[in-house]
């Protein structure tokens, strides 16, 4: 549980509405606050009549939108030239200028699930998403619509579950958080299944053109001869 | 990068992935049991399940007893003042440990359960402040 937990619910009790804007502010800008379980808090807190809960709603969406657009041209503003840097720069030997480049293509054909998932689903990574997705740069127009659709999902099922479970909401958010986690581990097993079946099978339509391929074009590329394979002979006169 | 290399590092990686989701897979079964045993203990109003982040105008609502008896059993001349306020601050305030100040409003609300039986709540011993708490929670 975030050590800033106890001290945002304080202030949420004190000061009330522009708090839990704020808060989700933040928290959406980057800031390790864990939006769900303050925005669980505030729906169990609405339960017993101290908050409006559609209010709530309102507020937390409008502070999540505009905190994400707020790391979204941060990254637009800095991050493009620090990934210009990376592909540029004689100092960076950790990431290759392919590799960049590979991810950044990769990330523009997948920004628009990336964004809408990383808002309720993996909201661990929606700091990073958002950073990334202004340096790529990847269009606020369509950043956006996914930013609210995703967003209307992380504001509404939170506060749901605080409402209706009230002071469970501590153990809601377990739940919450391990799930999350749990996807994310499912996701990742899911993409290297995939990418270890691909590569494999490029492997194997690699090393069968290989054997395809005449000898000389071999030497030429490996330096070895291939093995003699009688398959592949063509012209050869029958000794009489 | 060599294919073998290659495959060795996607099986590592993919070998990680797993683990880490069956981990997560019974982390979240285990969380789900225990969110229940804490839901089915609050709606039962069990004591035990009494927060720091609680206000003093949630537990009236919440276990069914009224605001100002627990104000008077904490010995709060001004409710108005603290009406917002979670018993952590209450006990930063008394210069208290936030447990100690659990301890009293689930004594008081044991208390008043055991002079009122008629609220509909049982008098649920449960386990006072200082004994195990509801399975699985820590102070936040």
């Known amino acids: ?240 | 990068m060599n294919t073998r290399v290659k495959f060795v590092i996607l099986g590592v990686l993919l070998c990680v992935a797993l683990g880490a989701a069956i981990f997560a897979a019974i982390t979240t079964v285990q969380a789900i049991q225990q969110f229940r045993q804490q839901h089915q203990l609050t709606t039962s109003g069990d004591v035990s399940t009494i927060r720091p982040w609680m206000t003093i105008h949630y537990i009236a609502l919440t276990y069914h007893v009224p605001e100002n008896y627990l104000y008077q059993s904490l010995h709060i001349t001004n409710p108005q003042q603290v009406r917002h306020a979670t018993l952590r601050v209450l006990a930063d305030r008394a210069n208290q440990p936030v447990d100690d100040v659990i301890h009293e409003v689930q004594k008081a609300i044991l208390t008043y359960r055991k002079q009122n039986p008629q609220t509909g709540m049982p008098i649920h011993t449960g386990q006072l402040n200082g004994a195990p708490r509801a399975p699985g929670r820590e102070n936040p």
């Open chain 1, 1 to 240: 549980m975030s050590i800033f937990l106890p001290i945002v619910l304080n202030w949420l009790l004190a000061y009330g509405y522009p708090v839990i804007w704020f808060a989700i502010f933040i928290a959406s800008a980057g800031f390790p606050i864990p939006s769900a379980l303050v925005l669980l808090a505030a729906g169990a807190f609405a339960q017993a009549g101290d908050f409006n809960i559609f209010l709530l709603a309102v507020l937390a969406l409008s502070a999540s939108v505009c905190g994400d657009s707020t790391g979204y041209f941060i990254g637009r503003r800095w991050g493009t030239k620090v990934i210009d840097w990376l592909e540029t720069s004689k100092w960076n030997r950790f990431i290759s200028p392919r590799a960049i480049e590979r991810g950044r293509a990769r990330f523009k054909k997948q920004a628009a699930w990336a964004v809408f998932l990383t808002r309720f689903l993996f909201p661990a990574l929606g700091g990073v998403v958002n950073l990334i997705a202004g340096a790529d740069p990847y269009p606020y127009r369509y950043f956006l619509p996914c930013d609210i659709s995703g967003e209307i999902l992380s504001a509404v099922i939170p506060l749901s579950l605080g409402y209706a479970f009230g002071a469970s909401w501590e153990a809601v958010g377990d739940v919450l958080g391990s799930f999350s986690i749990f996807a994310l581990a499912l996701l990742a097993a899911t993409f290297l299944t995939l990418y270890l079946i691909r590569t494999a099978r490029r492997s194997r339509v690699e090393k069968l053109d290989t054997m395809k391929e005449p000898a000389i074009v071999q030497f030429k590329k490996t330096g070895t001869m291939p093995p003699d394979n009688p398959a592949q002979r063509s012209g050869e006169l029958p000794l009489s």
